[in-house]
């Protein structure tokens, strides 16, 4: 009887594991797919319009809710669009900083930024960068011009972050590397992140 009874259950369970093997499957290709086909890809988008304040300290926020570690250099002085973009100037050469979690490599990130350069100084030497750094252990700045427009330069790059054993997070932040004053704005970011459908905000 007992024998009866596990053959009965095994031709039960059988079938139901493969149903479910099957349905594991399926949703794997799918979700490769979607990959693939860029469906996780988030945009975090800074035009320095917004604000908002986090313990005691105004920070730029994204237009999706992402929060910008401060808003240093924020003016309505010059912009690329809308009001506002950030300033930075030799004494103040850091601006729109946003930090991300501590990186496992192989994270794929996509980012620009449109800067305009105001002579200030007959010095010449420097450049404006879009950077992207993990602590000590990896760098990566953008100063090459991929288009232009009423005298505002874009800056871009796109690059994979190597394998390592990373102990800080991700960050991006302007650096006005030059004598003169220089703007930015819209500063977006591009990577994948399949977790964005239940970001609650940063």
Known sequence: MIKLNS????????????????????AYIVFRILYFLGFFMEDINCSAEKVVVKENKECLISDNGYRFDNSIGRTDEKAFEGKYSVKLIPESQYGMPITFDVPKG?????????????VTSADSAGWPYLVASVGLQFWKGANDVSDRKDGWTKLHFKFTIPPANYTAPVVFYCW???????????LTIRRK???????QGN
């Open 193 to 199: 992140n399949i977790w964005k459908f239940f970001k």
């Open 176 to 186: 006005n590397n030059t004598k003169n004053a220089v703007f930015f704005d819209n």
């Open 7 to 26: 053959v009965s259950a095994n031709k039960t369970i059988i079938p139901f594991v493969r149903v479910l093997l099957l349905l594991m499957l399926i």
């Open 106 to 118: 192989g994270e794929e990130f996509e980012a620009s930024v449109w800067c305009f350069e105001q």
